[in-house]
């Protein structure tokens, strides 16, 4: 059965208030159809956790732009000076997390895992408010999963089945938010016939989306 | 000479072939350009390569192959894609040998911040903090003051980037290596005198008794 | 109808179109032989694949392609191969519909006994925990008895696989729902009297007024 | 510069008393020339860590018949009954561990990662000794990262720098195992010109493999 669905329809199923992981590193390989979509349909409250807010105009710049933003999970908004004047304005709650640990507390809420144990950020502001585990001598940080009501994810290709692969820098957080979005909406730039990705050039199995949009263009801009 | 290519080209003498190296944004990425002849070093790129070129090749630009600034990079043959959680894996796990990155402040404690300006300028810690505490070796490269205000100082104020000892500061002054027993200043940059490096210096610094020039050309 | 048919055959009712199903080694294989027409479901080996196919088509036989117990499989299109990680990540995140798991006891409480008899037999668990532990819904797939003597117990005697209450039990003789209040009788195999499954069980069993014969065919 | 190098002098490179991670599910995917010359030259009082033993005279069952192993730490040793006869016989040490918790542990050991926060074990003789945590009310078993001096593990492909692709179920633990072995010596089907493999093919990246074996044969049987 065909997972492919037009993107009005896909927007749709999200609500007002949602969580949303969000791939892409600065808009590369974000889903940018899915996001324009989301501002024209106005949603709001949302909570977005991806690597940054890439910039203005661009990416989830376009939901920071809009104010459908309430919180943000982000490990860097240097690039996007609305973000910090939300932030600094008390209009959008952000909390910053490490590159690498924001990429293992998502893969964590995925796969079942309680937690993370890295060493970043111990003795940092970070840490604080953080419980700390100890494992031969060595002190780590715990760090909590992450799992969001939906994953809105990129990539090259998607089979009708829903089995995804990735190219290149766009691959990046979509196949770590995948298992820990409770739907998953996967963003193609083409959609092939199933069996035409060998199963060793699949990265996301399928049984881990739910929808693929239709009519994917490159990139979507 | 540039202060920023002095940087560059000093930190630039401190790769060795073979070497998996990150470079982060700025300053640190024009280390590049400046490798010694000979020297062939692997590049990642912690938004997901290993083998980035700094100068996309004619044929090899693509929206999808950017550095981790965003801006658009080349492959090398044999280069590897790969997702978040093996970009971070490399580097928290010890598999990269080398981070140069961009610093604000460094301490006696060769402790490093550079990630934050309370109140002022919060762009987030991407992935230096990984960095930080994972690399093989950690090289911060940045101008020895900031409007004349020296950025060694005895105790960083600013929010700490990690508590791991980095293994060596270069700036347009000095090359400093800090050690369990303080920073010591191990090189002067041409033209530049021991005097004027501790002047500009707010750390205490050991001094050896032969400081040697930086050896970089122009 | 074999003992082992009934079991396979009533288990294979519990699937549902689409639902991700790992299949343990030896009589839970059989179940995918007896699956309703028209249920479509997708197979995972845990030793890396989804989509696998329990008898290998013609070309598709592969040294590099083969199930958790080591024998050549094949694979339908859409396929996806993995690694260990991703195998038990999708066990562990609650991503695997059905596991069908053999038992050597299941008590009260619904807890299976499935890896060890110590001083006996120590195979290990294999991929046994965290598949109980993980799966959205654990089916076991037993033998009502062995040798005479109940399976179904009171408290188990050998070592759990995990405390986590399996979902359903399938034996020669009945369907068993473990519940908090404790095992419920769904349904007894055909020819089979609910007084002879209550005779062949330790546990108690909760018998409501209705027990249905199983919907199996020969 | 080329990473090849014969067999005989890559086993050279592994001392006595050596721990290694060894690829392969039942021999599907293990570095059998590797495992061969592991016999061929004696090598003893390893420390072996894999999912199983295989059968006797298959895979690491070579090491087992050779009596090569004082420990392993493995998930299942069901097909292979002079490994269950060693270990009652208390001739070798055998550790079990649940697969998933395995593959995690490994993984944790080559990430840097402090530890596993798991459910698969709580409540179980796996948990006895073990530390436990608590995450937001929730009960995980704390297991403890694995690392080797040695990975030694099968593949595909390898190009000459060593970037490394698997196939199918051939993949299994071997590009878990690569960042968690100080040395890792691979034992490609087959050797390929580096850029062969596109870099979206390529499961582990170069920078982790030291050797890698010449002349790779067929599943090297």
Known sequence: MSKAVNVTKAVELIPDGASLLVGGFLGVGSPHRILAELVRQGRKDLTVIANDTARPGVGIGLLIDAKLVRKLIVTHIGTNPETQRQMIAGETEVELAPQGTLAERIRAGGFGLGGVLTPTGVGTVVAEGKQTVEVDGETFLLEKPIKADFALIACWRADYNGNLDYSLTARNFNPVMAPAGAVVIAEPTEIVPVGAIAPDDVVTPHVLVDHIIEKGMSNGR | ?218
């Open chain 2, 1 to 218: 000479m540039d202060d920023k290519v002095v940087i560059a080209k000093r930190v630039a003498l401190e790769l060795r072939s073979g070497n998996l190296v990150n470079l982060g944004i700025g300053l640190p990425t024009t280390v590049a350009r400046y490798l010694p002849a000979g020297v062939v070093v692997h590049f990642q790129s912690e938004n997901g390569i290993i083998g980035m070129q700094p100068v996309p090749e004619a044929g090899l630009a693509n929206e999808f192959l950017t550095d981790a600034g965003g801006g658009p990079i080349g492959a090398v043959a044999g280069a590897a894609a790969f997702d978040s959680c093996m970009s971070f894996g490399l580097i928290r796990g010890k598999h990269l040998d080398v981070t140069v990155l961009g610093g604000l402040q460094v301490d006696e404690l060769g402790q490093l911040a550079n990630w934050m300006v309370p109140g002022k300028m919060v762009p987030g810690m991407g992935g230096a903090m990984d960095l930080v505490s994972g690399a093989r070796r950690v090289i911060v490269a940045m101008t020895h003051t900031a409007k004349g205000a020296p950025k060694v100082l005895k105790r960083c104020n600013l929010p700490l980037t990690s508590v791991r000892r980095v293994d060596l500061l270069v700036t347009e002054m000095a090359v400093i290596e800090p050690t369990g027993a303080g920073l010591v200043l191990k090189e002067v940059a041409p033209g530049v005198t021991v005097e004027q490096v501790v002047a500009a210096t707010e750390a205490a610094l050991i001094v050896p008794d032969q400081v040697p020039v930086m050896a970089i050309t122009e």
